[in-house]
């Protein structure tokens, strides 16, 4: 992303458009991690997916793709929470995480792999992507903790925290008036930003094309509409 922040301050980022990505890329990360309750009653009240328009909204895109069409359909069904919650594992399970054949994979190096028909398949945790991935995290001044979290460091969940993590340190810079600490946070943004650009893409259009549940296709359908938008502000 190229900075418009000038020294003068006559010309200014986009706030909201920041905003916009800030709050996409961590309402994602939610979705892409092994669903909590906490998901579960934000589908079933609704919440998630107005949040996901409002998103569109904030970051200057049609809000269209973001309509969640099954809203209806869930309501008359009436599950509990723990009942949504068991709905929304089986379907993670079933595309991420399944011990014999996933449906897509989540990390960055795995999905790459398969998409381009590597000829020796990456390993898991010690692959070019996971540790490039560690090593921005480690220079923003965070770091996985191991005793909690089992993924590495190019699951799509995670860089997709962190996407939202650069994104409200450049909110912040810009909040505070602070041209170096904004140039600082949009080296990093830059220097990870590829981790996501290079397969998020295509990884949204596999769940939306996957037909596995209504939440996870229309987290694929919502994800390609955000990221073209992404993409085309990175190209400038």
Same mark, same amino acid.
């Given at each position: 992303?190229?900075?418009?922040?000038?020294?003068?301050?006559?010309?200014?980022? !986009?706030?909201?458009?920041?905003?916009?990505?800030?709050?996409?890329?961590?309402?994602t990360s939610m979705f892409l991690l092994?669903?909590? +309750?906490?998901?579960?009653?934000?589908? *079933?009240?609704?919440?998630?997916?107005?949040?996901?328009?409002?998103?569109?909204?904030?970051?200057?895109?049609?809000?269209?793709?973001?309509?969640?069409?099954?809203?209806?359909?869930?309501?008359?069904?009436?599950?509990?929470? +723990?009942?949504?919650?068991?709905? *929304?594992?089986?379907?993670?399970?079933?595309?991420?995480t399944h011990p014999k054949r996933p449906?897509?994979?989540?990390?960055?190096?795995?999905? /790459?792999?398969? /998409?381009?028909? &590597? !000829?020796?398949?990456?390993?898991?945790? *010690?692959?070019?992507?996971?540790?490039?991935?560690?090593?921005?995290?480690?220079?923003?001044? *965070?770091?996985?903790?191991?005793?909690?979290?089992?993924?590495?460091?190019?699951?799509?969940?995670?860089?997709?925290?962190?996407?939202?993590?650069?994104?409200?340190?450049?909110?912040?810079?810009? !909040?505070?008036?602070?041209?170096?600490?904004?140039?600082?946070?949009?080296?990093?943004?830059?220097?990870?930003?590829?981790?996501?650009?290079?397969?998020?893409?295509?990884?949204?259009?596999?769940?939306?094309?996957?037909?596995?549940?209504?939440?996870?296709?229309?987290?694929?359908?919502?994800?390609?509409?955000?990221?073209?938008?992404?993409?085309?502000?990175? &190209?400038?």
């Amino acid at each position: 992303m190229t900075s418009t922040l000038s020294s003068n301050h006559e010309e200014q980022p !986009d706030l909201s458009y920041l905003l916009g990505c800030a709050d996409f890329f961590r309402l994602t990360s939610m979705f892409l991690l092994n669903p909590s +309750k906490e998901l579960a009653q934000g589908v *079933l009240g609704g919440s998630v997916f107005e949040d996901m328009r409002s998103i569109f909204e904030d970051a200057g895109i049609d809000p269209l793709p973001a309509m969640f069409e099954h809203e209806d359909q869930i309501r008359r069904r009436n599950p509990t929470a +723990k009942e949504m919650q068991a709905e *929304l594992r089986r379907d993670y399970t079933e595309l991420f995480t399944h011990p014999k054949r996933p449906l897509i994979a989540i990390t960055e190096m795995r999905f /790459r792999d398969e /998409r381009d028909h &590597a !000829d020796i398949p990456s390993t898991p945790f *010690l692959n070019e992507a996971a540790l490039h991935a560690e090593s921005c995290y480690r220079a923003a001044g *965070l770091s996985l903790a191991r005793d909690r979290s089992r993924e590495p460091g190019d699951h799509l969940a995670i860089e997709s925290a962190f996407m939202a993590y650069l994104h409200t340190r450049l909110i912040e810079a810009l !909040d505070q008036d602070n041209l170096d600490e904004y140039r600082q946070w949009e080296k990093a943004l830059q220097e990870f930003e590829p981790h996501v650009t290079c397969w998020a893409s295509d990884f949204f259009s596999a769940c939306a094309e996957s037909g596995c549940g209504a939440v996870y296709p229309w987290l694929g359908k919502v994800g390609v509409a955000f990221m073209e938008r992404y993409l085309s502000d990175c &190209a400038q």
